[in-house]
């Protein structure tokens, strides 16, 4: 019977392999898994080879395609590893091996989720061929929406939104937010899958099972074609989106990026230092710009942590800021950590400080989502026990509670700092709280370059996402402003010091996404569990496992040119 593959003796294959009838050999599946978490790694900073997402997509789909439940998470965690272990090295740079491999193993653990939803609903991809690729979309974006909310708030690093800032794709955010740039990347790689499938199905696995070659049907050449074609289109049709609209007046805004004496978590002792450095480099731009070299800034830039000592406890520390400020003659809103409150607390914050005036604590923007195990530590005495490095958190940062709208008199800015860059609600929340354009204040200094190149990529996402021109401001590297359409300006070299003076175009009008909010996520998350539910009702409906009676129904279908694409 066509679709059924008999091991030694006439015994299903599924017995022989461990696997569901008609999925493909292990040792396939298996290579499949582990290419398709390379392709996901090489899309993403420092290789940024976007256009392999959809690959890394379809490679995974077809390994756990017709798997067992268990199967598919196996492979899912392969994928998962080969992505998150390089990807997140930066992680290992001062902190060591353990909580390195911790991360990356619980977030490959997210893509064993992934790996079995996508088996559980192999059996819907098969009775509804055409819902195979919105399956494989709708499922990335509820994984990441899981991953980006747990635990302890999540970690949306890596997501598939974020290796397309220099894609046509990117300008999807525009409509739907990130899971909408997600969706449609998964959604390419969907119908990549799906051609290939139909073009060699049901005779791929049991000639493969047999050492043989896999042969097209001749008649499914052309609906295969159609599907590459519509993969392909899918993600060319981002250029047709429009982005970039405002028409809002120019500000000249300053970053100013003071380097670090040397990289690493001990950089924080050398906390005046790195002040000194911002203070000198300002005061230069200063020089320019009475000198007629440099056009004057009505905003000034510093990232987080260029002032570690507390300005408003340090005279010293204050007095220096003010100095800067006093001789660029514009507002420098300050990376600073603050005291308290509560003894063994400290706060990182974004501080507006205003020249002859000092510090406007009015604009001061608390960091809303501190990092748990690098500035604070849930579970302090539980985590001590898996590793005592947890203690080199001295004291835990506070979470604020307001939005990071910062209102200098010129320009009223958006802030967020560091990885909060990452997750969708916090930049949104900036943009509907009335921001004409974005600021991320960052530190890469305890990373590499590679992290920080990340970094970059997803300020152009949002960008695009809110239609504000945006910059990132770091400590070492990489700083520089993003368009609203999401194209890269002024970025700056790693692990050096520079000063980058560019016009923002401001904007006060809200896109299609920030309008929208979390709903297109909403929407593809109901989706995806809507399609989980219909496997698990159907395959209560027929009892057996996802074995040869699906897969002899399944040829039996085709053979009578009953299949539906």
């Not at 353990?98 to 490959?108: R, V």
């Amino acid at each position: 019977m066509v679709g059924r593959a008999d091991g030694p003796g006439g015994a299903p294959a599924a017995a022989v392999a461990g696997r569901a009838a008609g999925a493909l050999p292990w040792w396939l599946s298996t290579g499949f898994a582990v290419v398709a978490g390379g392709a996901l790694l090489v899309a993403f900073p420092p290789y940024g080879w976007w256009w392999v997402a959809p690959l890394g997509v379809a490679l995974l789909a077809a390994a756990v395609h017709r798997r067992r439940a268990r199967a598919g998470a196996g492979l899912g965690m392969v994928t998962g590893l080969v992505l998150f272990v390089p990807m997140l090295s930066w992680t290992d740079v001062d902190i060591g091996v353990l909580p390195w491999a911790l991360l990356s193993t619980l977030q490959a653990g997210y893509l064993a989720l992934l790996g079995l939803a996508g088996a559980v609903t192999s059996r819907v991809a098969d009775r509804w061929r055409w819902s195979w690729p919105v399956l494989t979309g709708v499922l990335w974006v509820a994984q990441e929406a899981l991953r980006s909310r747990t635990p302890f708030g999540g970690f949306p690093w890596g997501r598939l939104a974020f290796s397309q800032g220099d894609a046509p794709t990117v300008r999807f955010a525009a409509v739907g937010g990130a899971p909408l740039v997600t969706f449609v990347v998964a959604l390419a790689g969907g119908l990549l899958v799906t051609a290939v499938w139909w073009l060699w199905q049901p005779g791929v696995a049991a000639g493969l099972a047999a050492g043989a070659a896999p042969a097209a049907r001749p008649g499914r050449r052309v609906v295969s074609a159609g599907l590459v074609v519509a993969a392909v289109g899918v993600s060319v049709v981002g250029w047709a989106v429009p982005v970039g609209a405002g028409s809002g007046r120019l500000v000249t805004v300053a970053i100013v990026q003071g380097n670090v004496p040397r990289m690493g978590l001990d950089f924080n002792d050398q906390r005046r230092a790195v002040l000194d450095n911002h203070v000198r480099e300002t005061i230069s731009l200063a020089e320019r710009v009475a000198a007629g070299r440099e056009r004057q800034p009505v905003l000034v830039v510093w990232p987080e942590n260029s002032s570690d000592i507390d300005p408003l406890r340090n005279p010293d520390a204050a007095d220096r800021i003010s100095a800067a400020a006093a001789a660029i003659r514009a507002p420098i809103l300050v990376g600073a950590v603050l005291i308290g409150p509560g003894a063994g607390r400290v706060r990182n914050v974004g501080l507006l400080w205003r020249p002859g005036t000092g510090p406007d604590l009015e604009q001061l923007y608390v960091k809303r989502h501190p990092v748990p195990f690098a500035e604070y530590v849930p579970l302090r005495d539980i985590a001590r026990r898996v590793s005592k490095e947890v203690d080199r958190v001295r004291s835990d940062f506070v979470a604020g509670d307001r939005v990071g709208v910062v209102r200098t008199g010129e320009v009223v800015i958006g802030d967020v700092i560091c990885f909060e860059v990452a997750y969708d609600g916090l930049v949104r929340d900036a943009v509907a709280g009335g921001a004409q354009a974005l600021v991320v204040q960052t530190n890469n200094a305890t990373f590499n370059e590679a992290e920080a190149r990340q970094q970059l990529q997803m300020v152009q996402v949002r960008a695009v996402e809110h239609g504000r021109a945006s910059l990132m401001a770091s400590t070492v590297g990489v700083s520089g402003f993003v368009t609203p359409d999401g194209r890269v300006d002024g970025a700056t070299g790693f692990f050096t010091a520079a000063v980058v003076v560019r016009d923002m175009r401001l904007y006060e009008g809200r896109t299609v996404a920030t309008r929208l909010g979390v709903w297109p996520e909403a929407v593809m998350v109901a989706f995806a569990v809507a399609g989980l539910a219909a496997a698990v009702v159907a395959r209560r409906r027929r009892e057996g496992p996802v074995g040869a009676r699906d897969a002899a129904e399944v040829g039996d279908r085709r053979v009578g040119e009953r299949s539906r694409v």
